[in-house]
């Protein structure tokens, strides 16, 4: 028995040890990274303390702030928390408060949620790449300061994870990326969204890790591979699929079809917002009433084309393409 507790005890004073010196680590890492942000100008915080002991690595930061390196861009909270188990430190989850704060080119944002948690696990490499990430936001709400509620939710929901490479460019590093909206609300959108969800793969120009942190600018993807957009908004339902490559400049080139059985709704949708030019209205109903006849189910399928710096649905230019950056 002496010797059992002899062995008990030298085993908890080495996983002490292991602890405190991973801590040390863990402590001496955020400060340094709160300090190049500082120098940096796109981060700081207030005091950051560690606890957790003997399982959990917890990190807090009292009052953390960041922005955008022209300060066109800015988020504030009164707190945020980093966890990660002492014996699995390449994985953590990140909590935020149920308020916060936004700046977007001098408007000044509120957002408030029930809950807000991220997790993150990143590949055993000096490079830390990002192998998977997920985040939920429980009743997200986000108001404009002079300008009242905006818009609200009863979910939020996102995931990123390395996958395949895309056959045309098979050396890029590439994420399959998934996002869902329950119960979407805003005075903006005339009617509640019940839900919408995404599916894509998306190759990017460099991968998500130390680097890329580092530099502060999310790697811009080359290629994506929509294999569904869902939405159901006002009793209508729109899917859409499709590949489309994008220029360093973010100019797209590609085509996504279109798809619902809900065309009908959708045009008078359009030309109420006053979306489809007036001379235009009767030749595109004309058109669309056409090509759903040609499909079993009643369906339209309409493929938006983007090429040459413009947008075509179908054989109609619609305009000039849009850019993504």
Excluded: C
């Amino acid at each position: 028995m002496k010797r059992l507790i002899t062995v008990v005890a030298v085993l908890a004073a080495a996983y002490a040890g292991y602890w405190y010196v991973g801590a040390q680590a863990v402590e001496a890492g955020a400060r340094a990274a709160l300090t190049e942000a500082r120098a940096n100008r796109w981060g700081d915080a207030g005091a950051v303390t560690l606890a957790g002991f003997p399982s959990r690595f917890d990190l807090t930061f009292d009052g953390p702030r960041l922005q955008s390196p022209d300060g066109s861009i800015a988020w504030a909270a009164p707190v945020a928390q980093l966890f990660a188990l002492s014996y699995r430190p390449n994985a953590i989850i990140a909590w935020l408060p149920p308020e916060q704060e936004l700046q977007l080119d001098g408007q000044s944002y509120q957002i408030r949620n029930e809950d807000m948690r991220a997790s993150a696990r990143f590949g055993l490499a000096t490079d830390l790449p990002l192998a998977e990430a997920t985040a939920v936001i429980e009743a997200p709400e986000i108001a404009a300061s002079g300008l009242g509620p905006l818009g609200k939710a009863r979910q939020l929901r996102a995931a990123l994870a390395e996958a395949s490479p895309l056959e045309d460019l098979p050396n890029a590093p590439t994420y399959r990326i998934g996002l869902e909206a329950l119960d979407v609300d805003s005075l903006l959108l005339g009617a509640p969204i019940p839900r919408v969800t995404l599916d894509a793969i998306a190759a990017l120009r460099a991968p998500l890790d130390r680097a890329s942190l580092e530099a502060g600018e999310m790697p811009r993807p080359q290629q994506v591979d929509l294999r569904g957009l869902h939405l159901d908004w006002g009793g209508k339902r729109l899917d859409v699929t499709g590949m489309v490559t994008l220029d360093r400049a973010g100019n797209p080139d590609g085509t996504l079809e279109l798809r619902t059985q809900d065309w009908q709704a959708w045009l008078s949708e359009a030309i109420a917002r006053g979306l489809i030019p007036a001379k235009q209205q009767i030749l595109i109903g004309s058109v669309a009433q056409g090509l759903a006849q040609q499909s079993a189910d009643g369906a339209l399928v309409l493929p938006l084309s983007f090429r040459g710096g413009k947008t075509y649905l179908g054989p109609l230019a619609l305009g000039p393409a849009p850019r993504f950056w």
